[in-house]
């Protein structure tokens, strides 16, 4: 557990995966996992958002989550942000690193934060700003593979705001497919692409399954030479401002696979699946992710008796 991982894996499921749940989670039970999760190995964690509360009720605690939370060396724990105030707060809450959030759409980045391009960037600027450098800022290109609204998204538009986000002080970026168009060709282009840009350990692939390609992305991502992803426990996950969404690649899934493939995670798959298959006790309803269900391929079962 302890080499260097081959592949680097950001936990997204205390934001991507509580933010949509109609259930709001109570902030002891978020700590609780947020807790158990960066006892994993997980060397990234996204602990909450630092939006607007009546844009997200769910996570209208990030404060009071991110001043609570156990922190483990090792562990870097990120606050999605979508303006100053989110920087503000998040710088406030002791916030590792910010993860700064616009759309390549532009109709979708109206929907999700009510700015357009030229609002969200200047955002950006201010966001990158008043860290004064003390903090790393990632900034995410989210509906970089589709949008719900507009479909396909041009490859320059990409990478000219890629441009744009490094231009503002953006340090790394992260590619989204926030409602799951992505598919293994457009992934490698696009990571071909960006990493003309930034590099290696500057790029992170966040997907999500909702056509059940997720997997297939990722592994097309890091043949074509990305290392960071995100996923979610159980799968949870998903936009609450773009029809459709659902669940992102699911961790344990997600190291499973690696596993299998002789891929070091630095992730205790194990205790990964025991904490999933505590997840529809939290969130009320059966999650989407597969391996918390069969079991690793190594689980084996006794065989039934046979006829003599
Ligand atoms: N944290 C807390 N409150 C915030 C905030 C932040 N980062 N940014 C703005 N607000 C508050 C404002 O103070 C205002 O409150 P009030 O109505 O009580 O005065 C309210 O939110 C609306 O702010 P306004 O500046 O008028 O912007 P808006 O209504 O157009 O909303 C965003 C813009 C960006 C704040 C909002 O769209 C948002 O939070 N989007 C995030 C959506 C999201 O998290 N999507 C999923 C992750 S990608
Ligand atoms: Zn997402």
């Not at 934001?15 to 002891?28: C, F, K, N």
């Not at 990120?78 to 809450?93: D, H, K, Q, S, T």
């Not at 616009?102 to 980045?109: E, I, L, P």
């Not at 493939?261 to 309803?285: Q, W, Y």
Request: contains cysteine; charged residues 20%.
């Amino acid at each position: 557990m302890n080499a260097t991982p081959d592949v680097i894996i950001q936990e997204v499921c205390p934001r991507d995966g509580l933010q949509i749940e109609p259930v709001i989670v109570s902030t002891e039970r978020k700590v609780a996992l947020i807790d158990r999760l960066s006892e994993l190995g997980f060397p990234r964690i996204e602990a909450g958002s630092f939006v607007s509360p009546r844009a997200v009720p769910a996570l209208a605690d990030g404060d009071a989550v991110f001043r609570s939370i156990v922190r483990r060396e090792g562990v870097i724990f990120v606050a999605l942000i979508p303006n100053l105030r989110g920087a503000e707060r998040a710088l406030a809450a002791g916030a590792d690193e910010l993860n700064f959030v616009m759309s390549a759409s532009v109709t979708h980045n109206r929907v999700n934060m009510g700015m357009d391009h030229e609002g969200s960037l200047s955002a950006l600027a201010e966001a990158t700003a008043a860290t004064g450098g003390r903090i790393h800022v990632n900034a995410t290109l989210a509906t970089a593979f589709g949008c719900p609204f507009e479909g396909q998204q041009d490859e320059g538009k990409v990478l000219r705001l890629i441009e744009a986000y490094l231009r503002l002080g953006a340090q790394s970026i992260t590619l989204a497919d926030t409602t799951g168009m992505a598919n293994p060709k457009l992934v490698r282009r696009r990571v071909k692409s960006a990493l003309g840009l930034v590099p290696r350990d500057g790029l992170t692939l966040h997907f999500h399954n909702t056509r059940g390609l997720g997997l297939v992305n990722v592994m097309a991502g890091f043949e074509a030479g990305a290392l960071r992803f995100d996923a979610s426990l159980g799968g949870l996950g998903g936009c609450p401002f773009a029809p459709g969404a659902s669940g992102n690649v699911c961790t344990e899934d997600l190291v499973n696979l690696c596993e299998e493939v002789g891929l070091n995670t630095g992730i205790d798959l194990e205790g990964l699946i025991a904490l999933s298959r505590e997840l529809p006790s939290i969130v009320g309803h059966p999650v989407p992710g597969q391996v918390a269900k069969a079991g690793r391929s190594c689980d084996l079962h006794p065989a039934p008796p046979t006829p003599p």
